[in-house]
C-alpha cells in the first residue's frame, strides 16, 4: 500500500518561502516519479512541477523562477521549496507518485498567502 502524506502548508505573507513535504511509504518512491500539484480556489487542480527517478526535474510555467522540487531518495521524500511567495499561490499543494498505470495521490497541504 503506497502512501504520500504531505506536510509544510500554512498561512504566509507575500515574498515569504515554504517548503513543502511529501514523505512516501511503500517501494514505489525508488522507480516513481514524483510530482506537485496544486488546486486554488475556483481552479482545476494543475501540475507545477516533477521529478523524474532518474534526477530530472519539470517545471510548469507557474514554477518557473520560484520553485524548486527535490528529492530525498533516502528518505523517499519529495519537497517543494516556493520563494518569493504570491496571493495567486495560496492553493491546495497535492503531491503525486506516478509508476507506469500506477498513480497514487496524497491528502495536500493547504497554502495561503495573505498579508
Known amino acids: 500500500q503506497v502512501q504520500l502524506v504531505e506536510s509544510g502548508g500554512g498561512l504566509v505573507q507575500p515574498g515569504g518561502s515554504l517548503r513543502l513535504s511529501c514523505a512516501a511509504s511503500?517501494?514505489?518512491?525508488?522507480?516513481?516519479?514524483m510530482g506537485w500539484y496544486r488546486r486554488a480556489p475556483g481552479k482545476q487542480r494543475e501540475l507545477v512541477a516533477a521529478h523524474t527517478r532518474g534526477g530530472s526535474a519539470y517545471y510548469t510555467d507557474v514554477a518557473k523562477g520560484r520553485f524548486t522540487i527535490s528529492r530525498d531518495n533516502a528518505k523517499n521524500t519529495v519537497y517543494l521549496q516556493i520563494n518569493s511567495l504570491k496571493p495567486e499561490d495560496t492553493a491546495v499543494y497535492y503531491c503525486q507518485a506516478r509508476d507506469g498505470e500506477d498513480t497514487y495521490w496524497g491528502q495536500g497541504t493547504q497554502v495561503t498567502v495573505s498579508s
Open positions: 511503500g517501494s514505489i518512491f525508488s522507480t516513481a516519479t
